[in-house]
Each structure stands twice: as C-alpha cells, then as structure tokens.
C-alpha cells in the first residue's frame, strides 16, 4: 500500500490583504485575502481576528473563484486599536499552517460635525436695546 501521506507537506499562506500595520476608519469593512495552496488538497481556510480586547471571531475563507485565493469580509471593526489576523490552513492530512498580519482601527475624524444654532431665532438684532 502506498503511503500517499507521507509526501504531503503542508499547506503554504502568503497574506495579501490587509497588509501589516494598515489603518482604517472605524466601521469599514476589511477584506481578508491569502493565497494558500496544498500539493494534495485543503480542507479548510479560517481567519481568527482578535479583537483590541482580546476577543477572537472566527470567519471561514473561501476561494469562490478557484484561484487559490481565499476571501472574507470582517464587517465588525468597530473598536478602536489594534487587531491580529490569523489565517490557518488544514489540508486533508490535519496538517496546520498558520499566517498572521495586523491592522489598526482608529476614530474618523475627517467627517465633520453637524451644529444647529437654536438661539438667537432669526432675525433678532441683539445690538438693539
């Protein structure tokens, strides 16, 4: 019997987005994408994001265009700081591989204010007394 398990290396990750230490606005989504291949077959793809608190959610990746290249979308980067991504691959043999990047999530400031003035009412000439 051939013991096709012994020439299976495991999985390879390169992360292609978010590159290490990108900055977003608070409430934009984040596009999570890695190349992983396996010289036999994989598994799964998961991203284990942790939050600035310590919290970690678990999102699966999927390769919808049969490219290698595995996507999700992590919609909830609402918290400011910073936070970790890491990609994990499983092949078919229970191999792990394991990448990581980071990014930072910080206040958009560049949405201005909105000010209503509600005294004096229009029309009310305070030079006049």
């Not at 495991?10 to 989504?29: E, K, M, Q, R, W």
């Not at 994990?88 to 394991?98: E, G, K, R, Y």
């Amino acid at each position: 019997m051939f013991a096709w398990f012994t020439y299976d290396s495991a999985p390879s990750i390169t992360i292609l987005n978010p590159v290490a230490g990108t900055s977003f606005n608070s409430g934009d989504p984040v596009v999570i994408n890695a190349t992983v291949t396996d010289n036999i077959n994989l598994s799964a793809v998961w991203a284990n994001v942790t939050y600035p608190n310590g919290t970690i959610e678990q999102l699966t990746m999927l390769d919808s265009e049969g490219d290698d290249v595995y996507n999700v979308t992590f919609t909830n980067a609402v918290a400011l700081g910073n936070y970790l991504i890491l990609v994990i691959a499983n092949d078919s043999n229970n191999q792990l591989t394991t990448d990581s990047t980071n990014f930072t999530v910080l206040f958009d400031d560049s949405i201005a204010p909105i000010t209503t003035l509600n005294l004096p009412v229009d029309a009310y000439n305070s030079s006049s007394f």
